[in-house]
T-cell receptor
Framework: GQSLEQPSEVTAVEGAIVQINCTYQ??????LSWYQQHDGGAPTFLSY????GLEETGRFSSFLSRSDSYGYLLLQELQMKDSASYFC????????FGTGTRLQVFP | DGGITQSPKYLFRKEGQNVTLSCEQN?????MYWYRQDPGQGLRLIYY???????QKGDIAEGYSVSREKKESFPLTVTSAQKNPTAFYLC??????????????FGDGTRLSIL
């Protein structure tokens, strides 16, 4: 089967660092993507890992380990506007999305 | 500016009625997708199309139908056979047919409710 698991909710304070984990079960995929979705809005692409290792894009970084079937999204210097849901997804001929993690950032 | 336009933003369906959700993109993307999102849930794939005049079922295609007569357009019909249609519907597109590292671009969604 194909599935991705994420924690349902994470809380943190402004300026902190938070890591959102994603574990998956799949027989094969091109890479792991991360999307952000604010309440009532459209998902927006954040990051993609085609190879194992860390990809850094500004305050956001994403990591993939295929041998561990595991990835994470790291958000640094948290801001209130980062409060949103975050989805991991793996790329095959389509995207299979995880269940999502709701991040709440407090002042 | 290029993007994806979904309409209407809100839609109400009566019992036994078919309704069609519009999705148009001017990004010149080959691939287009329809997702359903229920409250507090992830995105589930309904249908996708990688080229004009061709489409494939996703994980939850029952009760839905699509067409891809033009590259720019990928309308979704929610038929009366879909007994629980209330959800947030998202349309997306990506540049290439093969899903390598191409990000998907999403429209703003249509909220469908039952009257």
């Amino acid at each position: 089967g194909q599935s991705l698991e994420q924690p349902s909710e994470v809380t943190a304070v402004e300026g902190a660092i938070v890591q959102i984990n994603c574990t998956y079960q799949t027989s094969g995929f091109y890479g792991l993507s991360w999307y952000q979705q604010h309440d009532g809005g459209a998902p927006t692409f954040l990051s993609y890992n085609g190879l194992d290792g860390l990809e850094e894009t500004g305050r956001f970084s994403s990591f993939l380990s295929r041998s561990d079937s595991y990835g994470y999204l790291l958000l640094q210097e948290l801001q209130m506007k980062d409060s949103a849901s975050y989805f991991c997804a793996y790329n095959t001929d389509k995207l299979i999305f995880g269940t999502g993690t709701r991040l709440q950032v407090f002042p | 500016d290029g993007g994806i336009t979904q309409s209407p933003k809100y839609l109400f369906r009566k019992e036994g009625q078919n309704v069609t959700l519009s999705c148009e993109q001017n990004l010149n993307h080959d691939a287009m997708y329809w997702y359903r999102q229920d409250p507090g849930q992830g995105l589930r794939l309904i249908y996708y199309s990688q080229i004009v005049n061709d489409f494939q079922k996703g994980d939850i295609a029952e009760g839905y139908s699509v067409s891809r007569e033009k590259k720019e357009s990928f309308p979704l019909t929610v038929t009366s056979a879909q007994k629980n249609p209330t959800a947030f519907y998202l349309c997306a597109s990506s540049r290439d047919r093969g899903m390598s590292n191409q990000p998907q671009h999403f429209g703003d969604g249509t909220r469908l409710s039952i009257l």
